[in-house]
């Protein structure tokens, strides 16, 4: 992909109603600059955790712990869409992600953890593919 147009260079075949195959056109009908819908298939991957790019700094996250104490985990990203980052190694499934710049940051620190319901939901829908 060319970023900067959003354009890539790629084999096409169509469908042909009429013998139900598909067929690799001879001459591509398609020109420069026309533009098609394209359906794209590939593997799914297994389930990632996802968390707000700001809330990665410098490959570590900030997590409160089962006491409420403020821990850093390092992290290692996956890949970043978006405001989206998806989490490959360092956090496991229901740690509780800081989200709020904490200033000072002590680790150990007590804190009073909230949920972010409206985060919570829009991390959920671009987990379904619904959002990004």
Known sequence: MQ????????????FHLNTNHYQYPATAPLSKGMFVQVV????????????????VRDGTVMVADRDNRLRRRPVKVLFSQGWISAIEKGLTPGERVLVSDLVPAVEGMLLQPTLDAELAA?????????GS
């Open 3 to 14: 970023p900067a147009v959003r354009q890539t260079h790629c084999e096409w075949r169509y």
């Open 122 to 130: 829009a991390l959920s829908s671009a987990a379904e593919g619904d």
């Open 40 to 55: 794209l298939r590939g593997k799914s991957h297994r389930a990632r955790i996802l968390v707000p790019r700001s809330a």
